[in-house]
């Protein structure tokens, strides 16, 4: 059997007789070290082994998402300045933005000592550059407030963000990283007026950047995205992969819905409720992971979660997603 990562990679690709693929969103240390102890396998201190271990013992493929923030702004001496709120604050980010060149040795390092750790065991996502949200500068509020009272100050670190967001992904596409990727919002955050001047004049040209350089991208939205999808937006990005479709109460979409108006050569991730898989019973889960699969019979989809699985989330309920999301997708190979 090849190892996790050829086997994510191909099927993300098309390649011939590629299996599917089960990859829960990022679930949080605790959940994996109550999941080893409750299988009686070894339970380390690092979350990244853990998960690994457990990858190999239930049968899925991992991933992992790694910073790329402080590859672009690592903290300045005295601590991370507080966030910005005004124009001055704008031009300071711009200017440290400009600076990223300066650190090309030690963002190199950071990738590929990442990628040595993971090795063929996951693939690695490298971690949303949130541009329009200035890196996670400002509160999200803020984004409107501060276009609003100073947009050429805005778009120009909007610019500076995605300038050295690329020179990032450049170096982390060197080192091995296997998707690059950016986050967006649903209708709950933003317009679509919004989504149109913004997301879909940088993430393609993100996304194109990416695939110049032989790489495959990744998108992330976890929001009311149904209108965007419907408007055929996201079939506009240039994406490999989008997660993660959310359903309600997350989300507003239907899965298969979503599926049947995203284009063929996009490989969807999603979409379990994270408060079915919290709340409800191990049959509630078992029977919306079925419905799950079969919504997306005949479509490139990776069976995962609506977002990072809880920490509180039962062992049971956890175990029984991933064996039957396993079970019911190899029934369709």
């Known amino acids: 059997m090849k190892p996790p990562r050829q086997r994510f990679l191909d099927f993300v690709r098309r390649a011939p007789a590629a299996e599917p693929i089960v990859s829960p969103f990022l679930p949080k240390p605790e959940l994996l070290e109550a999941t080893l102890r409750s299988l009686h396998l070894p339970l380390g201190h690092d979350p990244v082994e853990n998960e690994i271990r457990l990858a190999r013992a239930l049968h899925y493929e991992p991933m992992f998402m790694i910073d790329s923030s402080e590859q672009m702004f690592p903290p300045e001496p005295g601590g991370e300045a507080s966030l910005i709120q005004n124009e001055a604050g704008i031009y300071r980010l711009i200017a440290r933005c400009q600076q990223v060149g300066e650190r090309q040795a030690a963002i190199h390092q950071h990738y590929h000592t990442w990628r040595e750790r993971i090795g063929e065991e996951g693939v690695i996502v490298i971690g949303h550059p949130l541009v329009t949200w200035l890196n996670g500068k400002i509160k999200q509020e803020d984004m409107f407030f501060l276009e609003a009272d ?179 997708a190899e029934k369709l190979v």
Not at 263 to 285: A, F, Q
Not at 286 to 292: G, I, L
Not at 306 to 327: I, K, Y
């Open 150 to 328: 100073y947009p050429q100050a805005y778009r120009a670190c909007v610019q500076a963000i995605i300038e050295a967001s690329l020179l990032v992904f450049e170096i982390a596409i060197q080192e091995g990283i296997d998707f690059m990727s950016e986050g967006g919002y649903g209708l709950e955050m933003v317009s679509p007026g919004w989504y149109e001047r913004y997301d879909l004049d940088y993430i393609p040209r993100l996304a194109a950047f990416t695939h110049a350089r032989g790489g495959l991208f990744w998108y992330h939205n976890c929001g009311k995205s149904r209108e965007l999808i419907r408007r055929g937006y996201f079939n506009r990005l240039g994406a490999d992969v989008i997660e993660t479709i959310s359903p309600p109460p997350e989300g507003n979409n239907d899965l298969r819905e979503a599926r049947q108006m995203l284009d063929r050569s996009i490989c969807t991730k999603g979409n379990l409720s994270l408060i079915l898989l919290r709340d409800g019973s191990v049959e509630e889960v078992e029977k919306a992971t079925r419905q799950m699969v079969q919504a997306v019979k005949g479509s490139a989809h990776i069976y995962s979660t609506a977002d990072a699985v809880f920490g509180e989330t039962p062992v049971e309920n956890f175990v029984a997603f991933l064996r039957t999301a396993r079970e019911e």
